[in-house]
């Protein structure tokens, strides 16, 4: 199956610091999301991003499907921006309706 | 608000004990998943669900089996839970614009 891999796996900021976490793939990808886990393991959808640019506030989002990768950037981070952010691709050819996800990065966002 | 309610919230059960989690939304979404999360493993897939008595396995599918019997619930049983089966899982549905939604999580400790 398709191979996620997400950089770097822990990052510690200062407020108001920026940061690029990436998305690495295996294959080519029909389906590509963002997901931000908070300290009390809720579950955010930031992006659909399968290619392209997009941006939401601080937050945007870049995918290079041609070169198998994806970029989360976070601008004037805030603390309650800490937590880990994951990756989910789902790919390999067909649709099959299954995401896959990385292993996460760990943001800390220190006051 | 993807209208998503997973239950119990916390369950504590003995080895060899069957255990069923139940996950319930309420805007007929097609596309049902459970995933477990674990430490240095990310969210895996267990099983999803197409539609009403339609289910395929996930990557880690061994020792669970699912029920689908209405579009509004999901059902993920463990038949006779193992120590190695104490994890975090989330339900998911996915949305008419290819999103992930997850509910809040269960936590399920196997003693």
């Known amino acids: 199956g398709i191979q996620v891999e997400q950089s770097p796996p822990d990052l510690i900021l200062q407020e108001g610091a920026n940061s690029t976490l990436r998305c690495n793939f295996s294959?080519?990808?029909?389906?590509l999301q963002w997901f931000h886990q908070n300290p009390w393991g809720q579950l955010i959808n930031l992006f659909y991003i399968p290619s392209g640019t997009k941006q939401n506030g601080r937050l945007s989002a870049t995918t290079v499907a041609t070169e198998r990768y994806s970029l989360l950037y976070i601008s004037s981070s805030q603390t309650t921006d800490s937590g880990v952010y994951f990756c989910?691709?789902?790919?390999?050819?067909?649709?099959?309706?299954?995401?896959?996800f990385g292993k996460g990065t760990l943001l800390t966002v220190n006051p | 608000d993807a209208g998503i309610t997973q239950s119990p919230r916390h369950k504590v059960t003995e080895t060899g004990t069957p255990v069923t989690l139940r996950c319930h939304q309420t805007e007929n979404h097609r596309y049902m998943y459970w995933y477990r999360q674990d430490p240095g493993h990310g969210l895996r897939l267990i099983h999803y669900?197409?539609?009403?008595?339609?289910?395929d396995k996930g990557e880690v599918s061994d020792g669970y089996s699912v029920s689908r019997s209405k579009t509004e619930d999901f059902l993920l049983t463990l038949e006779s839970a193992t120590s190695s089966q104490t994890s975090v899982y989330f339900c998911a549905i996915r949305d008419t614009n290819e999103k992930l939604f997850f509910g809040s999580g269960t936590q399920l400790s196997v003693l």
């Open positions: 669900s197409y539609g009403v008595k339609d289910t």
């Open positions: 989910a691709v789902e790919g390999g050819g067909g649709s099959n309706y299954k995401l896959t």
């Open positions: 294959d080519s990808v029909n389906n």
